[in-house]
């Protein structure tokens, strides 16, 4: 080794490749410590995140189209029928708009906002559902004074209005 050294002093071009080895081992030695730390913290970081998420920034609900007699509705998971619907400003909710298996009936889920003047406004549209698909609608009201010109909330199908129909209330 000390014959090597020795080399290395004797030959620049030897030396300059020396140091420069060297700086690239310690570069990939130090990138994988790196790498190897940080895919700890991300896999720990978004577990955290999507704990919280699920727990305080995030609700869930879910409608499903389904014939009643002759007449179809939006049906909630306790099987109420065209339920109001709270959702919580600042936390997005989810919105799970489902159709029945066989059902070649198409359901479009909308958020309508009413002002004080009885102008509507479409806040939220959803594509349309079929077949026993479905598709998740993300509704985040940020605050009520975001939706302050509204007096009301209601939902409704873009296919079925006139039956598929109810209220939404923001809390905070």
Not at 126 to 133: I, P
Request: one cysteine or more; charged letters at 20%.
């Amino acid at each position: 080794m000390s014959k090597d050294i020795e080399n290395i002093k004797k030959n620049h071009k030897t030396k300059y490749m020396f140091i420069l080895n060297l700086i690239i081992a310690v570069t990939i030695v130090f990138t994988i410590f790196v790498n190897i730390n940080l895919t700890d913290f991300i896999d720990v970081y978004s577990q955290e995140q999507e704990q919280n998420l699920t727990q305080t920034n995030q609700t869930s609900i879910e409608l499903t189209g389904k014939l009643i007699g002759t007449t179809y509705r939006w049906v909630d998971s306790t099987n109420s029928i065209n339920p109001t619907i709270i959702v919580t400003s600042g936390v997005n909710n989810q919105i799970t708009i489902k159709s029945l298996k066989n059902d070649s009936q198409e359901h479009a889920f909308i958020i309508e906002g009413t002002t004080s003047s009885g102008d509507k406004e479409e806040l939220v549209i959803s594509d349309a559902v079929h077949d026993g698909s479905s598709i998740i609608v993300d509704f985040y009201p940020l605050d009520l004074q975001e939706y302050k010109n509204y007096e009301s909330f209601d939902y409704y199908c873009e296919y079925h209005p006139e039956t598929m129909k109810g209220n939404i209330q923001i809390t905070n």
